[in-house]
């Protein structure tokens, strides 16, 4: 549910009740009835309640919820997140994690958090992405965002500009490739990705006149990544590179910090797009967006990058478990 102060009661009630195309089977929701169900009498929009219980298939037409909390909607406040609620969210990402470590949900699919949520209710994580890499144990994990016309992958995410160059090098841009590559083929269907690279300067530093990182790492990774048989060129100016991606040259972008990728991703995909968390021992997705605390509470959020996560999980848990096969969808998200 995310943060219960946040838009993600808000955005997950008017995605059920929406008529954009659903998964066969109804999500289950992990969060807190009372927040939902004050959510949708501020909404207007009201669905009969199912209590969903491990091992239970959902219930069509009908919000299947696994209520990890019980908080008091009298007292909050939208937009301004306390330790009680920040433990309720956390409880919430806890939960699902390991009822998909389980086998008992197909994949996660993450409504927005905040750090500083996080923080009030004692857990030091700077986002979901750590937390879920701690709680799985996942030795590497990297953000890409997908849409319909671009994905990228961010080699370096929230650092300052300045730290970039210094935290590049080439062994790990080699494991970011070769994670990415995995993961294109086992979620995401691709039997040969073709993965485009950027260079972190100018015009890929225009033969080392505006900087030496494409010629002493980049170019060294991507040189290395294609002797091991990836199908991979790079490094090509970050100002053309984009375009070629969305042209449909490229099925995935390697970034060298995060705005290089989130700019032109947030262009094509500002509504519809989807984080996934590549490296996991599970399938996780996640809205594009932050907790929106500045409209929590309005009614006024656009549920379409929920939807996409949902439609984007459901395709890789099905690719990752074999579903692709047999035509079918995973059971329960």
Same mark, same amino acid.
């Given at each position: 549910?995310?943060? /219960?102060?946040? #838009?993600?009661? @808000? =955005?997950?009630?008017?995605?059920? $009740? ?72 956390? +409880? ?19 409504? /927005? #958090? ?43 995410? $929230?650092?300052?500009?300045? @730290? ?9 841009? +080699?494991?970011? +490739? ?14 040969? /990705? ?7 300067? /100018?015009?890929?530093? @225009? ?6 990182? @494409? =010629? *002493? =790492? ?76 500045? =409209? ?5 959020? *656009? ?6 996560? +949902? ?23």
């Amino acid at each position: 549910m995310g943060c /219960p102060v946040g #838009i993600g009661p @808000e =955005i997950i009630l008017k995605y059920l $009740h929406s008529t954009a195309a659903k998964p066969a089977a109804p999500p289950v929701i992990i969060g807190d009835a009372a927040v939902l169900a004050a959510t949708g009498t501020a909404l207007g929009l009201s669905l009969p309640l199912h209590l969903w219980h491990p091992g239970e298939p959902t219930v069509p037409d009908r919000l299947n919820l696994l209520g990890v909390s019980h908080l008091d909607p009298t007292t909050l406040i939208p937009g301004r997140p306390t330790q009680e609620t920040g433990t309720a969210m956390a +409880v919430a990402i806890d939960t699902g994690i390991s009822l998909c470590l389980a086998g008992h949900l197909a994949a996660l699919v993450t409504c /927005p #958090i905040s750090k500083a949520a996080l923080n009030l209710a004692g857990y030091r994580f700077p986002g979901h992405t750590e937390m879920l890499a701690a709680r799985t144990g996942a030795k590497q994990v990297a953000m890409m965002l997908a849409g319909d016309r671009l994905r990228v992958v961010l080699a370096t995410i $929230h650092c300052p500009f300045r @730290e970039v160059a210094s935290l590049l090098n080439q062994p790990a841009l +080699v494991d970011l +490739v070769r994670l990415t590559d995995r993961a294109l083929r086992t979620d995401f269907g691709l039997r040969a /990705p073709r993965i485009g690279v950027a260079g972190l300067n /100018p015009h890929g530093g @225009e033969d080392a006149m505006f900087g030496r990182e @494409e =010629i *002493d =790492i980049i170019a060294p990774a991507v040189q290395q990544c294609r002797e091991l048989g990836l199908d991979i060129s790079g490094p090509h100016p970050p100002d053309t590179i984009f375009y070629q991606a969305a042209a449909g040259r490229f099925d995935v972008v390697v970034c060298m910090y995060h705005d290089q990728g989130l700019i032109p991703f947030k262009l094509l995909h500002f509504a519809d797009g989807v984080n996934v968390t590549l490296g996991l021992p599970i399938v996780r997705t996640s809205v594009d967006h932050g907790t929106a605390y500045d =409209i929590a509470g309005r009614g006024s959020a *656009d549920f379409r990058s929920l939807q996409s996560a +949902v439609t984007c999980a459901v395709r890789c848990a099905a690719n990752r478990h074999g579903g692709n096969r047999s035509g079918t969808e995973p059971t329960q998200l």
